[in-house]
């Protein structure tokens, strides 16, 4: 039954992803011609390893009935991904995005932002946020009116720092972060080292060994993420933070004589 | 705030050591299905989780949020050593296996995430 079941749905996801190249606009759209590449990329993917699923004899052994129903999973769940997350935001997409590309490019020219800019959708249903594996930054509709909030598009566009590889510009952010990473590993090792051999309740023993978990999986880069979008806003706000940061300087520059030290985005 | 940031990223690393997984479940039977960058990858993945090393970035937050679905396991540096000699005994494939479902729980854990964040 499993057999059958994968067989049919496989060509039937085959037939779909194909039909998904064909939702995207003629001609294409510039703000969208990397975004759209991917998806095509993606796609054509998905289509082969959705063929091999099918015909492949290994994948046919009933032994491996398990691994290629896992494997099926996986490969309709990128699929279901690259439809609803980025061929859709191309299809629906107005005359919005042009002018809010042409708003982050200026803000990213202001701060020195160190890579290439994320391809922008209007359609955010969830506030801002991006898909880095897309590169997608999602905008609020009716943001490019009220734009209040721009330290959370800073935050956003400090995510795909940490997806570059290789990359001298971002290195010493990356550095920085590696080594922030791993000292508050080893500060929470030692304290949970130091708690199994106390009288600690069990409570607190859980909680640290989930703030280990959480600080190693995901909560230093939406603390790094923080400290991005605060600092790039920092220069346009009165106050102390602005007495560490010297107009005209790079935000991400360490001061010379105080302040707080942000690792430069460029090699010196 | 939203942590999506962050999750879309996860997903695509836990898609990677997905598929890596799965071939190699696969090259148990027929050794030439699993590409030399799959035996690598999941090799990080598994040393990570003997080790809970933080030396890479993919691996290490792969790892932390395995450890708290599977819970830390002795075994982790024997399927290491498995890998390493590209012989996998019944034993170690099971623990594979597991380890391969525990990470297709992953993926629709964070996909929830993303779509309710």
């Known amino acids: ?22 939702k995207l606009p003629r001609p294409p759209r510039q703000e969208f011609e990397r975004l759209a590449t991917q ?3 993606g796609i054509d993917r998905a289509i082969r390893e959705l063929t091999a699923l099918r015909d492949g004899s290994a994948w046919k052994k009933p032994g491996n009935a398990s691994v290629r129903l896992l494997e099926f999973r996986r490969i309709a769940s990128n699929l279901d991904r690259l439809e609803n997350e980025a061929v859709a935001p191309i299809v629906r997409s107005s005359k919005d995005e042009g002018a809010m590309v042409r708003l982050l490019y200026r803000m990213s020219n202001e701060i020195v932002y160190p890579i290439e800019l994320p391809t922008v959708s209007m359609l955010s249903q969830n506030y801002f946020f991006i898909r880095t594996d897309f590169k997608l930054i999602c905008i609020p509709l009716m943001e490019t009116q009220f734009l209040l909030h721009l330290p959370d598009v800073y935050h956003e566009l400090s995510h795909p720092l940490f997806r570059t590889q290789h990359d001298p510009r971002t290195k010493p952010w990356l550095d920085a972060f590696l080594l922030a990473k791993a000292l508050i590993y080893d500060h929470l090792r030692k304290q949970i080292a130091s708690a199994e051999n106390s009288r600690t309740p069990d409570a607190i023993k859980l909680f640290l060994q989930l703030a280990r978990e959480n600080w190693t999986c995901r909560w230093m880069e939406e603390i790094f993420c923080d400290l991005f979008g605060l600092f790039s806003v920092a220069r346009h706000l009165p106050g102390p933070i602005c007495i560490f940061m010297p107009r005209g300087a790079g935000p991400h520059s360490s001061c010379r004589n105080a302040g707080p030290a942000i690792p430069p985005m460029r090699p010196a | 705030m939203s942590a999506i940031g962050f999750d879309s990223c996860f997903y695509a690393r836990l898609d990677e050591f997905s598929r890596s997984l799965n071939h190699i479940l696969l090259a148990a039977d027929t050794p030439t299905f699993a590409s030399d960058d799959d035996w690598r990858q999941t090799l990080e993945l598994v040393q990570t989780l003997a080790a809970q090393n933080t030396s890479s970035l993919a691996a290490s937050s792969v790892a932390a949020s395995l450890t708290g679905r599977m819970g830390e396991k002795a075994f982790w ?4 050593n498995a890998l390493v000699a590209r012989k996998l005994d019944s034993a170690t494939k099971k623990e594979l296996s597991a380890l391969a479902w525990s990470l297709d729980d992953e993926r629709t854990a964070v996909l929830a995430r993303m779509r309710h964040a």
């Open chain 1, 39 to 41: 998806c095509c990329d």
């Open chain 1, 1 to 22: 039954m499993l057999e059958d079941y994968l067989q049919s749905a496989a060509s039937q996801l085959i037939e779909r992803a194909s039909g998904l190249k064909g």
């Open chain 2, 77 to 80: 540096p024997d399927v290491a």
